[in-house]
Each structure stands twice: as structure tokens, then as C-alpha cells.
């Protein structure tokens, strides 16, 4: 073997090992369920796009417009732990439509999270609406939060730390947005919901550090070759 190949060879462990740290598993997926709380559900799952869900169409009779689209990895940008669910509905009348997104298959290296919930859109005048999170089928109360009496609204960025409870190195959960939006009369609601795990400081320098690793070890089998 040449130098150039161990070199490279070398190189090349390094560089899987670090992406590696970030990837999710191919069992990772996306599904998106509508639900009218009248008897209709819609659900619908990423199938040929990977990462991407989306829907356009009635749900239930009251609901006359909805055009839904969530997005999540394996999309393009969207590392495990991250999802955007956008939508726009229109009602006849008074009721309830709920939303949840739901991201299975996801890992981490790390078994302490940091998730981050952030959203705004506008509601029906007098309506309500509820963004929640959850992980492994159980709720965040600390990213909750629920807007009404206006027509545009902007959240806060809401955050908190989730200690993940499957496997290990990496861990394995499933994450859920549900967002609920109840109208009091006929009209339209719309929002953008985005919920991610923020890049921490020492995430990064055990990234740099892996790659300096497998740096130095490639220099020192060039030298001793």
C-alpha cells in the first residue's frame, strides 16, 4: 500500500466516524396525521420523499381547505432531531382540527437533549391554538404554548433538556409535534412550527477533536511508512 493510500485510507475512517456521530439510522421516518375530532383522519407518510410529508384536500366536512407540509430528516438540511410543520386552514364553522408530525427513528449520541420550540402564524378571531412536543410518547409541558384572542402572533423560543432512556451510543427515540387550532366560528388559520436541537459548543468540539485525531494518526503513519 502507498503512502498516499494509507494516508487517505486513514483519512477516510476519520471522516465516517464524525459523520457518523450525527447520522440517524435508515429506520428513521416521517408521518403526518389530521384529525377533524369529528370521526376523519388523515394520515400520510413520507413513502418516495424521504423526509417530507404533505397534504392538500378537505379534512372532514368542516374543514374545507388544508394544505399541510412537514418536513423532517432525512430531508435535505434537516439534521435528526428537527422538524418544520406548516399549515393553512379554512373552517365553515365552529371546531377542533389537530395536527401531529411525528419524526420516528431518531438518535443521538448524547443521552441529555436540548429541544427548542418555536412558532407563529396568525388564528381566527376568538380561536385558540396549541403547539406541544413530545418524546417517546411523553409530553414536554415546558415547550407548550397556546395563543388566542388574536389574529398574527409570534411565540417565544421555548427550550428544555430531555434525558433519552433507549439504547445508548447512540440513543433511539421517536419525537411529535402536535399543534391543536380550535376556531369558534368560521375562518382561516395558518402558522409555521419549527422544533430543533440547538448545535451545543462541546457537540462541536467533539467533531473538531475526532477529526484532529484521525489527522494526526494519518501524519504519523506517513512519517513511520
Known amino acids: 500500500m502507498t503512502k498516499f493510500v494509507k494516508t487517505a485510507t486513514l483519512a477516510g475512517i476519520a471522516l465516517a466516524g464524525a459523520l457518523a ?18 370521526g376523519t383522519v388523515v394520515n400520510v407518510n413520507d413513502g418516495m420523499s424521504p423526509g417530507v410529508v404533505s397534504y392538500s384536500g378537505m379534512v372532514g366536512a368542516n374543514w374545507t381547505i388544508n394544505v399541510t407540509t412537514g418536513l423532517g430528516f432525512p430531508a435535505p438540511t434537516f439534521d435528526p432531531g428537527h422538524v418544520d410543520l406548516n399549515s393553512v386552514n379554512v373552517s365553515l364553522g365552529a371546531g377542533t382540527l389537530t ?12 443521552e441529555i437533549i436540548r429541544i427548542a420550540n418555536a412558532i407563529g402564524g396568525t388564528i381566527n378571531q376568538g380561536g385558540t391554538l396549541t403547539t406541544s412536543v ?11 404554548q397556546i395563543f388566542s384572542g388574536t389574529n ?3 411565540g417565544e423560543v421555548k427550550s428544555d433538556e430531555i434525558t433519552l432512556t433507549n439504547g445508548g451510543m447512540p440513543y433511539t427515540y421517536d419525537m ?3 399543534v391543536d387550532i380550535q376556531h369558534v366560528q368560521g375562518g382561516a ?37
Not at 456521530?21 to 369529528?38: E, R
Not at 413530545?134 to 407548550?144: A, Q, R, W
Open 189 to 225: 388559520s395558518s402558522f409555521n412550527n419549527e422544533v430543533q436541537r440547538p448545535v451545543s459548543e462541546a457537540g462541536t468540539l467533539g467533531l473538531f477533536g475526532l477529526g484532529l485525531m484521525g489527522l494526526g494518526m494519518a501524519m504519523r503513519r506517513r512519517k513511520t511508512a
Open 99 to 110: 395536527m401531529i408530525l411525528t419524526a420516528t427513528g431518531q438518535e443521538s449520541v448524547d
Open 134 to 144: 413530545s418524546v417517546d410518547g411523553n409530553n414536554i409541558p415546558s415547550l407548550t
Open 152 to 154: 398574527a402572533f409570534s
Open 21 to 38: 456521530l450525527g447520522a440517524s439510522s435508515a429506520s428513521a421516518a416521517l408521518m403526518l396525521s389530521l384529525d377533524d375530532n369529528n
Open 176 to 178: 411529535a409535534l402536535r
